[in-house]
Every structure is written in structure tokens, then in C-alpha cells.
């Protein structure tokens, strides 16, 4: 924006309320978050080996691999940040499709994977099975796992809608214009991923060796 | 004698008609706009209209404990009462009450801005507010729901037959509305104070509301989660929450008091800040220790965090568990303590008007110093095994929420009403209103302390012989404490239209607020202030001195 | 407002992609408790190079930086007081009486 809304003495004042705004919005979407986190906790501390069972039944490459994408995404997400603060139109344009490209082949191995485990029945009240004497916890495990990486891949979702979207407006607009909302995009972006940073270890990870 | 003197009542023909209320007469207008003062409106408007379908459950509530049998309601329907009254009154009254009425009016007059920092996302939290209301109502029409407004598992979660998912949603979305009014308030007080307004020159009702609202992003998002689970276990019973699946039903406990005690500190805390600007105006008095005010606000806020087991006591939690909680929530009493105290001191050798607004928070100190000192009992685990629901902590909250929150909430609406509409509500009635409402408090809930230690439950349509006469008292002062809300139900719509006109400082308040014509242009100031005065800068001295010259 | 060069934003993910690598390896190695202590290290470690260099926290007002850690702190709050439930909850427990069904006072149930 280069001329701020009428309540706003100054373009920078905007940016920084736009800055805290999506910072404090992000603290919510934490909390958002905790009670699942809280959940897995307590359920793997009372369902250890049901819990490390059930983790050795996810698809690790795909896991990694997806990881890996991600955090990708992430660098090109900053570059693209970058390159609105420094008014570069066309790059700014290419590294956000990028971004909403990798997110998009995420969410399509995401599918694939779920795809995997509807066939294998873990997925919980839809005719699971799993051997007995773990399948209580390992339901539970499941239940999370759909859970938070179903949350997880909504949010993906609103952010690479909201990456095409920005691409869309840089056809028309300068990239000075757009910055604050790019921004502040990029902000929801980063925390996306740091949520996976988070859920790949804990459900693709548990008991790996054993 | 006048609280308002005359000098500052205005003739008609001398105003102006350009305020925020002139900006446009279409419902258009209205439901489109972007002006925090016409939002605040919409909420006072449709907070009321929760307030009193609230007040119908209560009603039925305490005409069913008119009689020990249960001969009005059977045993369910009596559930579902109780339930409607307390998921209307926590989400859809006392949370958004002052924060989304007097808070979104107020917080960027106050702070010198012209608007909050997201108007529209301001506009989007009414729509959220509404759209969870129309989810309760449907509740209601469908028949009910009859979990309790804490929603306890597993009966909620498996054995309840009733509508538990669809009110449930309500209060999702409602959670909503909230969560995005805090996280506009606090980007407003950082980024959108005028010149010369540091944080240490913020009033008290600033503050109150910025602390308030880091409990909203805080906590909320954990409520809205744990509802959550709870549908998808009513839909799926893949048993997180029920033992026999080998689930934890105080998982549950953990994540819903983990909101909702913190809950209630947004219930209160803005009550607080309503009463520390009433207070020194009506006492020409600076605040007491207006930096301990602040820093016991802040204390309240984040000590509330972590208290929330001592709802769980009896249910099975840890015993060293329950002894961390008791003495956490024993600290929290201190801050309350000390902000009880400087309001005291701020009245000490102060020169006091009994105006309405004043009545309504001398008895808001009195009624919130008696709840918080029984709160102290229930804190105390051992006396807690023995009156944890029962009518002792019915009445307790009742003390907070009611003789607390409600009074204070009344109170402000009645001090900047004529900031609000431009005209003054009539002062004796607004007195009248503010004693019934007082006497018809302590007659309904009193009572209900020595119910509860005398061992009546809580939740229960029918109650042994012994109890009757208690519950009559309390039934009997219901009818008077709704008489009492009642009367500015009529008499503040009268004075909008009907009042005599205001100026821009009937009370001769100190604040920015007042600062600027009743009711406020648009864009609330003419031109940017610089702050230079002090909070609270009233002069008992100099203005008595004054009055008798 | 500091603007990273690509060289910077380049070296971060190279580290987070070493950092996968390592908390994926370390998994297949048996090292008790010490796997979950590994991941979620190497997991904080992560998110705090995403939140300084990719989020700007590094240059972000201070007002931002406790907007971030508060959301930590709260989070810490709600696991630690539960956990102090959960895990102490199997001492000290009482025997299981059936209920009685008529009070002190007279009244019955």
C-alpha cells in the first residue's frame, strides 16, 4: 500500500499493525493447534508401544519427502517476500507460483498417502483393523494422525489459495503495492510449515529403529 | 441534587447534527459499516436480546425451585434450562458484554484514534457473533440441549440424546467472534495511540480491555479445538474422551478448563476497568496506585492461566495436582485484592456523588469483594470436597458474573450513555433502577451460600423439604432483580430519543473520550491531540474549593 | 526494514534440509528415549531458524517477539499443569466405596 487506510498516520504504522496482527493471529492458530498436541502427548505417554506400533505403519518416504517440499516452499516463499520488498514484479510473481506449487504437490502426495492407509483400514471408524492388544491406542494414534495432518493440509490449502491469488494481482499492480498483504501471507506460510516441522517427527518417526 | 450540573446541559437549537449516528439512515448503513462506534450498537443490541433469553431460562429456573417437587418441568427440560441459561449467558452475554459494546465504542476514543486497527475485520466479528447466536437458537427451537454449558464427557460425548452437536457449533463460531475482537484491540492500543498517549497514560479501562484480550487469543483457540474433539467423538466414538475405549475424560477437563477459567477473567477484568474510570470521576480523586492497578490487571490475566484444576478437584485429578491449582488460585486472589483496595483508597476523603453510575459500581465492589472471598472457600480443596456442586458455588459466580460484571456493565452504559446517544438518561429512575436491581441481587443469591453449605446440589429440579424456604427467598428476589433490569430496558431507549441533550462532558471526566462532542463526529476527533495531562488529573482541592466560591 | 540476501535465505534451507536428514537418520538408530529428545531438538531447532531468518523475527519490534513468545509460554503452561496431573495421578489413590444412598440428614437418593 502506499497510501495508508485514513486511520493510519503512516504507511509504516499499517505495515507494523499488519505485521502484529498476523503474529497475534498466528499465537491463536498455535492454541488452535495445542489441544491435539496435548492429546497426542498424553495418549503416546499412556499408549507407548500402540503408539510406536501404529507410527511404523506411516509412509516415511512420502513423510520426508514431504517435509522436504515444504521446507522448500518456505525458501521460495522468503525469496518471494524478498523480492516484493526490493519491487521486482515478475520474480515476486514466479516465486509464489512456485510456492503454491509445491504446497499443491504436498497436499497431492498427502492424498496419496491417505489413499495408502484407507487401503490398509487405519483410518478409524472406517472399518479399522489393527492387530489386537494395540488397537485401542492405535486407533487413537490414527485419529490424531487424520486429525492434525487434515488441519494441517486445510491451512496449506488457504495459504496456497491465498499465494495464487497474490500471483493473480501482480499481473495489475505493483509489487509495492501488494507488500504488506505478501508479507503478512508469507508470515501464515512460515507457521504452516513450522506446524509440519512439528508433526513429522512425532507421527512418522516414533520407534523407527524397531 | 443533580449528578450532571446544569451549566452543562445544552440547549437543542445550539448542536450541531453531524455525529457518527447522522453518517447515513438506511439499514444499509448500518449493517455495512465500518465505524467501531455504529458496531458497537449492533452488539449492545444484540447482546440485550441474549441477555433476556438468558433471563427467560432463569426465569423458569427459579419458578421450578419455587416448590421442592419438580411439578413445572421434568428432569430433562429442567436440564436443558439450566444449560440454555448458562451457554447464552457465558458466550452470547457476559464475554462479549463490555468488551464488544463499551470496549469497541470506547478503546480508540479513549486512546486518541479515529478507528480500531482492522474495521472490518471489527465488522466480520459481529457477523461471526451473530451467526453463532443463530446456531443457539436453533438449539433451542430443536429441542435443547442438556450436557451443562460445560459440555462434560462422556455424557456429552456418548450418552446424551439431545442436541448437543448443533449448540456445540454455536459456540465454535462465537469463539471466533471474540478470538478476532482481541486481536483487534491489541494491535489498536499498540499501533494507534495519538501523540503523547504512552502506556502509562492509558486508563485503566485501556488497560483492562488490552489484558482481556490476550486471554481471548490465548485461551479461546483451545475452546474451539476441544469442541471440536467433542463432536468428532459423538460422531465417531473413537473414545479419546471415554474410559472404556481407554479414553481420558479429564482430558477433556484439562482442555475445557484450561479456556474457561481464564473465561472468566475476560468476564471480569473489563468489569474492573469500568469501575477504576467511574470511581475517581465521581470522587474527583485520582486512581490510588495507578500503576499497581496496572501491573495487578496484568497479574490477574496471566496467574488466571493457571489455575483452572481447582474446577477438578473432586473429579479424580491428581491429588499433588489439586495442591499446585489451590495455592495458584490462591495467589490470583491477591492482584483482585489489591485493585479492591486502591478503589477503597481512591474513595477515601474523596468527594463523592452517589450518581448512578457510582451506585452501580460501589455495589459492583462490594458484590465482587463478597464473590472473590468465597472463592477462597473453593479454593481450599478440603472445603471444596463439601461444596463443589452445590448451590455455595452457584452462588459464588452468580456473585462475580451478576453483582460483579452486570453491575459494572450497567454502570458504564450508564456513564457514557450520554457520550453514546448525545442526551441524558433520567437520573432518578437510573438510581431507582440501580437499588432494585441491588436489593433484588442479594435476595436471589444470598440465599443460595447457605443452600449450598447446608449440601443442596446444583443442576437439580426437585430438592428436600428443608430447603424450600432459602429457595422461596431466593425465587421471590429473582421477580425483583428482573423488575430492576427491566427499567433501563426502558428508560435509556427513552433518553436516545427523548432525553435532554448532552455535552461533550456532562461529568466533567477526565479522559480523551470526553474530549470530543456527544454523540462523536465520525471520525471521533476533529484533530490530532497530543496527550500532556496525567491519568485521572481531578483536583478534589482546587474543585471544591470552586464549587464554594 | 532489513532486506536477506539470497545467499542467506539459501543457507537456511540448506540447514533445515540437513536438519531433516539428521532427525530422519538418528530415527533408525536404537537410542531410547533419547530418539524423542533428538527429534524434538532438532525439531525446535527448525522452527527457530524459520521464525528468525524466514519470519523476520530477528529484526521484528519487540512487541512481535513477545506476541511469539507468549504463544510458547502458554503452550508450556497447559502441557506442564496437565502433566502434573497425569503423572501423579496413580499414587495415593482411595479404595472404591459403592455410594451410600441415604445421607447424613435423612435424605435418600
Known amino acids: 500500500m502506499s497510501v ?9 504504522d499499517q505495515r507494523q499493525a499488519a505485521e502484529l496482527g498476523m503474529w497475534v493471529f498466528l499465537t491463536t492458530e498455535l492454541m488452535f493447534f495445542a489441544p491435539l498436541f496435548l492429546g497426542y502427548a498424553y495418549n503416546r505417554w499412556a ?9 511404523r505403519h506411516t509412509d516415511v518416504v512420502i513423510g520426508t519427502v514431504n517435509t522436504a517440499i515444504l521446507l522448500t516452499s518456505s525458501l521460495f516463499m522468503a525469496l ?21 506449487t509445491l504446497g499443491a504437490i504436498f497436499l497431492g502426495l498427502k492424498g496419496l498417502e491417505y489413499a495408502h492407509e484407507w487401503d490398509e483400514h487405519l483410518v478409524p471408524w472406517l472399518d479399522f ?3 489386537p492388544g494395540n488397537a485401542h491406542g492405535a486407533a487413537l494414534f490414527y485419529y490424531l494422525y487424520f486429525g492434525m495432518t487434515g488441519l494441517h493440509a486445510t491451512h496449506l490449502t ?27 501471507g508469507a508470515l501464515y506460510w512460515h507457521f504452516v510449515d513450522a506446524i509440519w516441522v512439528f508433526l513429522y517427527p512425532i507421527l512418522y518417526l516414533v520407534n523407527r529403529h524397531g | 441534587m443533580n449528578a450532571v450540573p446544569d451549566s452543562e446541559i445544552v440547549p437543542e437549537r445550539v448542536l450541531h447534527e453531524s455525529s457518527y449516528l447522522h453518517e447515513g439512515f438506511t439499514l444499509r448503513s448500518w449493517l455495512l459499516t465500518r465505524d467501531h462506534k455504529r458496531i458497537a450498537l449492533l452488539y449492545l443490541i444484540s447482546i440485550t436480546g441474549f441477555f433476556f433469553i438468558g433471563g427467560a431460562a432463569a426465569t423458569l429456573i427459579r419458578l421450578e425451585l419455587m416448590t421442592p417437587a419438580g411439578d413445572v418441568v421434568d428432569a430433562e427440560t429442567y436440564n436443558k434450562l439450566f444449560t440454555a441459561h448458562g451457554v447464552i449467558m457465558v458466550w452470547f452475554f457476559l464475554i462479549p458484554s463490555i468488551p464488544a459494546t463499551l470496549g469497541n465504542f470506547l478503546i480508540p476514543l479513549m486512546i486518541g484514534a479515529r478507528e480500531v486497527a482492522f474495521p472490518r475485520l471489527n465488522l466480520a466479528s459481529w457477523y461471526i457473533y451473530t451467526l453463532g447466536g443463530i446456531f443457539v437458537v436453533a438449539t433451542l427451537i430443536a429441542g435443547g440441549v442438556d450436557t451443562g454449558w460445560t459440555f462434560y464427557t462422556p455424557f456429552s460425548t456418548l450418552f446424551s440424546n439431545t442436541n448437543v452437536v448443533l449448540a456445540v457449533i454455536g459456540v465454535f463460531v462465537v469463539g471466533f467472534s471474540s478470538i478476532l475482537t482481541g486481536l483487534n484491540f491489541i494491535v489498536t492500543v499498540h499501533r494507534l495511540r495519538t501523540p503523547g498517549m504512552t502506556w502509562f497514560k492509558l486508563p485503566l479501562f485501556v488497560w483492562a480491555h488490552y489484558a482481556t484480550s490476550l486471554i481471548l487469543v490465548l485461551a479461546t483457540p483451545v475452546l474451539a479445538m476441544t469442541l471440536s474433539l467433542v463432536v468428532f467423538e459423538r460422531l465417531t466414538h473413537i473414545g479419546i474422551f471415554d474410559p472404556a475405549l481407554g479414553g481420558d475424560p479429564l482430558l477433556f477437563q484439562h482442555l475445557f478448563w484450561f479456556y474457561s477459567h481464564p473465561a472468566v477473567y475476560i468476564m471480569v477484568l473489563p468489569a474492573m476497568g469500568v469501575a477504576s474510570e467511574i470511581i475517581p470521576c465521581f470522587a474527583r480523586k485520582r486512581v490510588f496506585g495507578y500503576r499497581m492497578m496496572a501491573y495487578a490487571i496484568f497479574g490477574i490475566a496471566i496467574i488466571g492461566f493457571l489455575v483452572w484444576g481447582h474446577h477438578m478437584f473432586v473429579s479424580g485429578q491428581s491429588l499433588y495436582a489439586s495442591i499446585a491449582f489451590s495455592l495458584l488460585s490462591f ?5 483482585s485484592a489489591i485493585k479492591v483496595f486502591n478503589w477503597t483508597a481512591t474513595l477515601y476523603k474523596g468527594s463523592i456523588t452517589l450518581s448512578a453510575p457510582m451506585l452501580y459500581i460501589l455495589g459492583f465492589v462490594g458484590l465482587f469483594t463478597i464473590g472473590g472471598l468465597t472463592g477462597l472457600f473453593l479454593a481450599a480443596t478440603a472445603l ?16 462475580i458474573m451478576v453483582g460483579g460484571t452486570v453491575m459494572a456493565y450497567l454502570g458504564g452504559l450508564h456513564f457514557w450513555w450520554p457520550k453514546i446517544v448525545g442526551r441524558l438518561y433520567p437520573e432518578t429512575w437510573a438510581r431507582i433502577a440501580a437499588v432494585t436491581i441491588f436489593i433484588g441481587f442479594n435476595l436471589t443469591f444470598f440465599p443460595q451460600y447457605l443452600l449450598g453449605a447446608q449440601g443442596m446440589p446444583r443442576r437439580y ?6 430447603f424450600q424456604l432459602l429457595n422461596e427467598v431466593s425465587s421471590s428476589g429473582a421477580v425483583i432483580l428482573g423488575i430492576g433490569y427491566l427499567l433501563p430496558l426502558a428508560y435509556l431507549p427513552w433518553a436516545m430519543l427523548r432525553g435532554r441533550r448532552s455535552s461533550a462532558n456532562p461529568w466533567g471526566a477526565t479522559g480523551l473520550e470526553w474530549q470530543t462532542p456527544s454523540p462523536p463526529p465520525q471520525e471521533n476527533f476533529a484533530t490530532t491531540l497530543q496527550v500532556i495531562r496525567i491519568p485521572y488529573d481531578y483536583h478534589p482541592a482546587t474543585e471544591s474549593a470552586e464549587s464554594q466560591a | 526494514m532489513a532486506i536477506p540476501t539470497v545467499k542467506a535465505l539459501l543457507s537456511v534451507w540448506l540447514g533445515l534440509l540437513v536438519l531433516l536428514g539428521l532427525t530422519t537418520a538418528s530415527a533408525y538408530l536404537d537410542l531410547g528415549v533419547g530418539n524423542g529428545v533428538a527429534n524434538l531438538v532438532i525439531a525446535i531447532i527448525k522452527v527457530s531458524l524459520i521464525a528468525l531468518f524466514y519470519m523476520h523475527l530477528r529484526h521484528a519490534t519487540a512487541t512481535v517477539r513477545l506476541a511469539a513468545g507468549a504463544a510458547l509460554l502458554f503452550l508450556f503452561f497447559l502441557a506442564f499443569l496437565s502433566f502434573g496431573d497425569f503423572l501423579t495421578r496413580s499414587r495415593n489413590s482411595t479404595p472404591w466405596r459403592a455410594p451410600q444412598t441415604t445421607s447424613a440428614t435423612g435424605d435418600t437418593y
Open chain 1, 47 to 55: 499408549y507407548a508401544s500402540a503408539f510406536a506400533e501404529a507410527s
Open chain 1, 129 to 131: 483393523r489393527f492387530a
Open chain 1, 158 to 184: 488457504i495459504g496456497i489459495a491465498m499465494a495464487c491469488v497474490f500471483a493473480f494481482r501482480l499481473r495489475t499492480q505493483p509489487a509495492q503495492h501488494l507488500r504488506n498483504q505478501i508479507e503478512t
Open chain 1, 4 to 12: 495508508p487506510a485514513e486511520h493510519f498516520a503512516t504507511a509504516e
Open chain 2, 331 to 335: 495467589l490470583v486472589a491477591i492482584p
Open chain 1, 80 to 100: 518471494a517476500v524478498r523480492a516484493t520488498q526490493l519491487g521486482h514484479r515478475r520474480p515476486t510473481q514466479v516465486f509464489l507460483l512456485v510456492t503454491a
Open chain 2, 461 to 466: 429440579h426437585e430438592y428436600p423439604a428443608r
Open chain 2, 384 to 399: 471444596d470436597v463439601h461444596l463443589t456442586d452445590t448451590y455455595f458455588v452457584v452462588a459464588h459466580f452468580h456473585y
